[in-house]
């Protein structure tokens, strides 16, 4: 069985702080068991504080399927 992880973006504070960001690898495909690697770069907006860009990180929306720490280790528990 196949996991895909497919990554959506939620901004939570100060949108216009967030120029853009940028997430590898946008999609996923694992093996039950199978973990990876995410990653988010964060565009700031000129201007923006410089603390501003520590603020990216990752959850899963269901746990039983993916667990991913906030940092953006994947791993595949399960189909879904």
């Not at 702080?17 to 565009?43: C, E, H, K, N």
């Not at 923006?48 to 959850?59: E, H, R, V």
């Not at 899963?60 to 280790?73: A, E, F, K, L, M």
Request: net charge positive; aromatic share 2%.
């Amino acid at each position: 069985p196949t996991v895909e992880v497919v990554v959506s973006v939620t901004v939570i504070r100060g949108s216009a702080v967030v120029q853009g960001i940028f997430v590898d690898p946008g999609l996923a495909v694992l093996t039950v068991g199978d973990t990876a690697r995410m990653r988010a770069v964060v565009s700031l907006a000129p201007g923006a504080p410089a603390g501003a860009a520590g603020a990216a990180s990752f959850t899963s929306s269901d746990t039983t399927v993916v667990r991913i720490t906030p940092s953006g280790r994947v791993q595949a528990r399960r189909a879904g």
